[in-house]
């Protein structure tokens, strides 16, 4: 069966300046014959001159982080609305290193979720076991719940996405074995579908840790896996490129 339209995202975390842009100009120089959707979530200081200089590209631009509050007396935070306005139509949330470095729940996931559908993005919501929960075989429980905690009722039939990130594979060079990926992937898909009824079936569950051009090709065909999101491998456009190809088997290789 033919995958639908996979998603490669890029996830620049705290890299990249003004002339770093080179970077992202380059890719979208090179999505000639590209199947996949394709999008660079670079820090807030970047997105709107990456939108400027994608615009007419067919790569989006995403953030990487949203607060819940549409505006008001929160230093140093920024609003979907905000990203919205600087040129994003996507944003990362939930992210492992924001789980764990600044204690958001998933009750604060999922309303970060509702404030990007407010202001028209669309979200990638990441979730991941740690080593620890993995060892004691916990992944798949924990991962479900964090989906179930994660998502909110009102992203029914809108845009959206699901990124399955192990925390020990995020800039390890490590990664789960196909199966494993698999296992994960097929049991956020029925969350999904038991949350969603059949719309579940529809967003793409992206996998992300440690994927580089050299095991895209693999990861992206298993089963259940829509795309990727991909880290330091992002940071170069070779390297991107790379991966994105792998995510297109109609298109070059
Ligand atoms: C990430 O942090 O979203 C990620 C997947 O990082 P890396 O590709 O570097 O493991």
Redesign the pocket.
């Known amino acids: 069966m033919t995958k639908p339209q996979p998603l490669i995202a890029g ?1 620049w ?1 705290m890299n990249g300046l003004a002339a770093s842009l080179s970077e992202a100009k380059a890719v979208a120089a090179g999505l000639t014959e590209i199947t996949a959707r394709v999008a660079i979530c670079p820090s807030a200081t970047l997105i709107a001159q990456m939108a400027l200089a994608l615009k007419g590209t067919s790569v989006a631009v995403g953030g990487q982080d949203c607060r819940a509050e549409a505006s008001g007396a929160f230093t140093g935070d920024v609003a979907a609305e905000q990203l919205a306005d600087a040129g994003a139509s996507l944003v990362i949330l939930g ?1 492992s ?1 924001r789980r764990a470095g600044y204690g958001e729940t998933d009750a604060l996931v999922a309303a970060k979720v509702e404030a990007a559908l407010r202001a028209g993005l669309e979200p990638i919501v ?1 979730v991941g076991e740690t080593l620890e929960q993995r060892e004691a075989g916990e992944a798949l429980a924990v991962v479900a719940a964090q989906v179930r905690g994660s998502l909110p009722a009102g992203l029914s039939g809108r845009a959206y996405s699901v990124a399955y ?1 192990p925390v020990w ?4 060079g490590l990664t789960p074995t196909t199966p494993e990926i698999e296992d994960v992937h097929r049991a956020i898909r029925a969350v999904l579908v038991d949350m969603f009824g059949e719309a579940g079936r529809a967003p793409p569950i992206l996998y ?4 580089k051009p050299s095991n895209a090709v693999e990861i992206l065909a298993a089963d259940e896996v829509g795309g990727a ?5 992002s940071l170069k456009a070779e390297d991107f490129l790379g991966i994105i190809r792998a995510g297109s088997p109609n298109g070059s290789r």
């Open positions: 996830n975390k992210h290193e990441c990130e594979a995020i800039g390890t992300g840790g440690s994927v999101l991909v880290g330091g491998a």
